[in-house]
């Protein structure tokens, strides 16, 4: 339970600062480009993907997910950019193979970057960037199996704060004044022992 309420404070903390942060990044280019000052929105997404687990013991197979609910707000920032924040949460579990480890995986985390705008219609837009990840997860019930596919070794749980580099993709589409949707293609680079992932999304905006 100690884990879980500091988990819990550490999540709230990032999403306060990130908001926080870009608001005030975001008043300031507007200002200066003479943009409206109250272009924030906010979304949300449905994600899906194969993600595998750097384990120390070893890398997972590849697992197949789906995330019903991912929280976004983004704006735009100057030069035709805009920052994207984004919170969320996953429970996967991978099956384990002679060369690799067997666990259960819970993993939250917020996710931080910037997408630039290219040549686009009145309605659509096409956007490409990078960000950061930065996570918390537990690996629960790692264990090995022998060549008969009996279990071999119990192995201890890990509990770790990772950071990740991400690389996106994206197409919006302009519904209406207030209301987009969009998809949005992900790669995760793990930095460390942790989870990667390649991801596609379907999101909509509003404000």
Not at 61 to 88: M, R
Not at 130 to 159: C, Q, T, V
Request: proline fraction near 2%; charged fraction near 15%; avoid cysteine.
């Amino acid at each position: 339970m100690e884990i879980y309420k500091k988990l819990s404070l550490f999540i709230k903390a990032s999403i306060v600062l990130q908001i926080l942060l870009f608001t005030l990044v975001n008043k300031s280019f507007a200002a200066a480009v003479g943009l409206p000052l109250s272009t924030i929105k906010y979304g949300i997404a449905t994600q899906a993907g194969f993600y595998r687990v750097k384990d120390p013991e070893g890398t997972t197979e590849q697992s197949f997910l789906v995330q019903p609910f991912n929280f976004i707000v983004t704006d735009w920032l100057a030069n035709g950019s805009k920052y994207w924040a984004e919170a969320y949460y996953s429970s996967l579990a991978f099956d384990a193979e002679i060369d690799s480890v067997g666990q259960q995986v819970r993993h939250v985390g917020t996710k931080v970057g910037l997408l630039y705008n290219f040549s686009a219609t009145r309605n659509w837009h096409p956007w490409a960037g990078a960000g950061m990840d930065f996570s918390y997860s537990k690996y629960a019930k790692r264990h090995l199996i022998n060549e008969y596919g009996f279990l071999a070794k119990r192995l201890e749980d890990r509990n770790n704060v990772n950071v990740a580099l991400l690389l996106n993709a994206a197409a919006e589409w302009h519904v209406s004044s207030t209301w987009q949707s969009g998809l949005k293609a992900e790669y995760r680079m793990p930095i460390g022992q942790n989870l990667q992932s390649m991801t596609m999304s379907v999101y909509f905006l509003f404000r």
